[in-house]
């Protein structure tokens, strides 16, 4: 490569449709995306007991889980509402959950049972992995 061409910068128009609303004709194939990882059993089943009436009990863990789930739900990941829809993707409030995890974790370090430290951490990795895809574009839900 000759040093112009290190220095050319290329631009891509990967939009679907023109200024109008038109769909273009030259727009690029859409890549079929990778599904988001589902919330974990644990975070699921809080959530359906506490549609059942029945509140779980008030512990470290269950805190970190209604924190967890907080982030899956900005991140789309969660029941659907109505038929066809589910929760709008919030990456911003998820972003900040994530952190306050992240933060929650560091501070709490080497004061968690065996237990929480793994639920704790695979939280945390199952959270940023599905954050990433969503981010990146490649586990966004159709609408």
Same mark, same amino acid.
């Given at each position: 490569?000759?040093?112009?061409?290190?220095?050319? @910068?290329?631009? @891509?128009?990967?939009?679907?449709?023109?200024?109008?609303?038109?769909?273009?004709?030259?727009?690029?194939?859409?890549?079929?995306?990778?599904?988001?990882?589902?919330?974990?059993?644990?975070?699921?089943?809080?959530?359906?007991?506490?549609?059942?009436?029945?509140?779980? &009990?008030?512990?470290?863990?269950?805190?970190?889980?209604?924190?967890?789930?907080?982030?899956? +739900?900005?991140?789309? *990941?969660?029941?659907? +509402?109505?038929?066809?829809? &589910?929760?709008?993707?919030?990456?911003?409030?998820?972003?900040?959950? @994530?952190?306050? =995890?992240?933060? =929650?974790?560091?501070?709490?370090?080497?004061?968690?049972?065996?237990?929480?430290?793994?639920?704790?951490?695979? +939280? *945390?990795?199952? +959270?940023?992995?599905?954050?990433?895809?969503?981010?990146?574009?490649?586990?966004?839900? &159709?609408?």
């Amino acid at each position: 490569m000759t040093k112009n061409e290190e220095d050319e @910068i290329k631009i @891509i128009d990967k939009r679907r449709f023109d200024d109008d609303g038109e769909e273009r004709d030259d727009a690029p194939e859409e890549e079929e995306a990778s599904a988001p990882p589902e919330p974990p059993a644990d975070v699921r089943d809080a959530g359906k007991e506490a549609a059942n009436g029945q509140m779980p &009990s008030v512990d470290f863990i269950t805190f970190v889980l209604s924190l967890s789930q907080t982030a899956f +739900l900005s991140l789309g *990941l969660g029941p659907e +509402l109505e038929a066809g829809q &589910s929760f709008p993707v919030d990456l911003p409030s998820a972003r900040w959950t @994530i952190e306050a =995890l992240e933060m =929650l974790h560091e501070k709490t370090s080497g004061n968690l049972t065996g237990e929480e430290e793994r639920i704790f951490e695979r +939280l *945390l990795a199952e +959270l940023r992995m599905a954050y990433v895809q969503i981010a990146s574009g490649n586990g966004e839900k &159709s609408p």
